[in-house]
């Protein structure tokens, strides 16, 4: 599975930002996808992650209420809606691949097999 993360910019605190991740291979569908991100200078967090078929989605804290995960199998695609954007959201953004169990959301780096290779969000204030 090849991912490419695209969508971010540079925005205004409380604009928001709709992230893609396309996928090519066909594992994509059976897949968990998680959303990750690292600020400079932080260590990398868990945004939120969607199961195979959009049965399960989890946020981390942070984003809750304000981020939204979704995914399009047929076009091998997720998203991920950001609204109510804060300063401390600025991060590069990346989108990953979880083969196997695809009902079980992993909030660890380790538990994804594939990465795309980041997309760029500055919020400012």
């Known amino acids: 599975v090849q991912l490419q993360a695209s969508g971010g910019g540079l925005v205004q605190a409380g604009g928001s930002l709709r992230l893609s991740c396309a996928a090519s291979g066909r594992a994509f569908s059976s897949s968990v996808v998680g959303w990750f991100r690292q600020a400079p200078g932080k260590d990398g967090e868990f945004v939120a992650g969607?199961?195979?078929?959009?049965?399960?989605?989890y946020y981390a804290e942070s984003a809750k209420g304000r981020f939204t995960i979704s995914r399009d199998n047929v076009e091998a695609t997720a998203y991920l809606q950001m609204n109510s954007l804060k300063p401390e959201d600025t991060a590069v953004y990346y989108c990953?691949?979880?083969?196997?169990?695809?009902?079980?959301?992993?909030?660890?780096?380790?538990?994804?097999?594939?990465w795309g290779q980041g997309t760029q969000v500055t919020v400012s204030s």
């Open positions: 969607i199961t195979w078929n959009g049965g399960r989605i």
């Open positions: 990953a691949a979880k083969i196997g169990p695809a009902f079980i959301i992993a909030t660890r780096s380790d538990d994804y097999d594939y």
